[in-house]
Nanobody, 118 residues
């Protein structure tokens, strides 16, 4: 089992920046993939960014060039640096850990609110 705690959300103006943190209760070096999802009111939860244990990174088209996912294995923490924020980025952001051994399973944090004002 992995416990995940997000932090760093808040209210910012359009064009501003935030850095979200996801602190895990155990080593993340062996976790197959960790990512950030978001859910806006009335919309489905969607993938924002993912980083694998091998270091490869993927992003949703809507955030490419603006968001950066990174990992600090020594601190058991994953980050999401969000720059050039837009009002449409407003959502609750969730950290996710995807494990593949001994079986596939997913763990989620409690979420952190990001609100971008125009």
């Amino acid at each position: 089992q992995v416990q995940l705690v997000e932090s760093g959300g808040g209210l910012v103006q359009a064009g501003g920046s935030l850095r979200l943190s996801c602190a895990a209760s155990r080593s993340i070096s062996g976790i197959n993939a960790m990512g950030w999802f978001r859910q806006a009111p009335g919309k489905q939860r969607e993938l924002v960014a993912v980083i694998t244990s091998g270091g490869s990174r993927s992003y949703a088209d809507s955030v490419k060039g603006r968001f950066t996912i990174s990992r600090d294995n020594a601190k058991n923490t994953v980050y999401l640096q969000m720059n050039s924020l837009k009002p449409e980025d407003t959502a609750v952001y969730y950290c996710n850990a995807a494990l593949s051994w001994p079986r596939h399973m997913d763990y989620w944090g409690q979420g952190t609110q990001v609100t971008v004002s125009s």
